[in-house]
């Protein structure tokens, strides 16, 4: 149990970048303890005290405000960002070093099947604030849904899904996947990492940052022209 909260704490620090002390993070990370008493809940689940892990699910919520089923099954490593409003449905299934933030639903869309009706999510999922996952669907392993997104289908592994109804954003020929991986040298060079940057998601002030990614890498080639000019 302790080696699951070492990691679970570890995620934090490695996640959070607001994350400073261990001691301030153990008391005073509401995702984190979200988690920690969801899996004493799901262990009262899974030997059959179903009312004692629904109590305990219920008072997870009233201090954390994270609602999460003790049916759902979580994985390792798992870092919910801030928490509030988080729904996460019984039949839920998430897998290692996912990420959430606050708003998000993995929720089901019928309320008579007592089957699987929740989202399973592969390893590394990433889904952002206010976005809902609805349905028996499979996020493959990596795969990132921008904030506010509606999710209803299943999604491949690597893909980034954004608006409602989410759709998959992807390149339309090799110029664009060129011009994407430009921009994501640059950013990584200046030490900006954007979330699930695309060049059609529709967001103005990405754009702008796009644009200028576009203009500095057209400055550094030019340098690096002159520069060989003058060498030569």
């Not at 409003?85 to 039949?91: A, L, M, S």
């Not at 994501?184 to 644009?211: E, L, S, V």
Request: with cysteine; proline share 4%; net charge neutral.
């Amino acid at each position: 149990m302790f080696e699951n909260i070492k990691e679970d704490l570890e995620t934090i620090f490695e996640r959070d970048p607001a994350a400073r002390s261990s001691l301030e993070t153990l008391i005073a990370s509401p995702g984190l303890h979200a988690i920690l008493l969801h899996r004493l809940n799901h262990w009262l689940w899974t030997i059959d005290l179903y009312l004692l892990g629904r109590f305990g699910s219920y008072i997870a919520r009233f201090l954390t405000g994270v609602e999460i089923h003790p049916g759902a099954r979580i994985g390792k490593r798992f870092f919910i960002d801030h928490g509030m409003g988080v729904v996460i449905g019984e039949t839920a299934i998430i897998g290692d070093d996912c990420s959430i933030y606050h708003g998000v639903t993995l929720g089901g869309t019928t309320t008579t099947n007592k089957g699987k009706r929740h989202p399973t999510l592969k390893s590394g999922v990433i889904i952002g604030a206010g976005a809902k996952v609805l349905g028996p669907i499979v996020l493959g392993a990596g795969v990132k849904v921008g904030s506010n997104a509606v999710v209803v289908k299943d999604v491949p592994a690597g893909a980034t899904v954004v608006g409602i109804p989410g759709h998959i954003v992807s390149l339309s020929d090799d110029k664009d996947q060129q011009l994407e991986a430009q921009r994501h040298a640059m950013a990584k060079k200046i030490g900006f990492d954007a979330y699930g940057p695309t060049r059609d998601m529709p967001d103005p002030i990405q754009n702008a940052i796009d644009t200028m990614l576009d203009h500095m890498h057209k400055m550094e080639k030019e340098l690096d022209d002159i520069k060989s000019k003058l060498k030569d």
